[in-house]
């Protein structure tokens, strides 16, 4: 299942289905999150299993363990050059569907959350290395996207971060930090 962009590009891509969640749903989604911290470049989104997320966490970050989102920013192009695609996130609706259980909300609106987190590290902010900015920032979209409690604030410091399994930290080793 895919939905696409204006230009015909599909930029979600569902592996597995989520009730109450379309792809062209989480496109608008996506969008609605993009323009809100006026990020211009597409984001691919793959909603897919802990299996494949396990996969991805080992190949790229070298921890063989499920996590709930990964973020792959685009690498940056030279100067004056436009970049088209801010990276991929990707997500693993197994392990959203246990958070939205623990947490009493719906899976949708899990998918939703760890998607607003993973677009926040491929616009360049970074949890870890912020004094909070990033969390300030997830925050305030998720209550005017009317979403629940959002990763960072629900996950302990100590726990977010490359070891700690499902709730891992979801940057890539390149990804780049923001700075401004």
């Keep these: 299942m895919n939905a696409g962009n204006n230009s015909g590009d599909k930029v979600i891509t569902f592996r597995k289905r989520i009730a109450g969640l379309s792809p062209s749903t989480l496109d608008r989604f996506v969008l609605r999150v993009r323009k809100a911290i006026r990020l211009q470049d597409t984001v691919n989104v793959l909603v897919t299993n802990s299996g494949e997320l396990r996969s991805l966490n080992r190949r790229f970050r070298g921890a063989d363990k499920p996590t709930d989102v990964l973020s792959f920013p685009s690498p940056a192009v030279g100067c004056g050059e436009a970049r088209r695609v801010a990276g991929d996130v990707a997500i693993s609706v197994d392990i959203a569907r246990e958070n939205a259980s623990r947490l009493?909300?719906?899976?949708?609106?899990?998918?939703?959350?760890?998607?607003?987190?993973?677009i926040l590290h491929l616009a360049g902010f970074d949890h870890e290395h912020d004094n909070g900015e990033m969390a300030r920032k997830e925050s305030r979209l998720r209550r005017s996207l009317k979403l629940e409690i959002g990763l960072i604030e629900r996950t302990p410091p100590h726990r977010h971060n490359a070891l700690s399994g499902k709730q891992g930290i979801d940057r890539a080793p390149n990804a780049r930090r923001r700075t401004a």
């Design 104 to 118: 009493g909300h719906s899976v949708a609106d899990e998918v939703k959350i760890l998607a607003l987190h993973g």
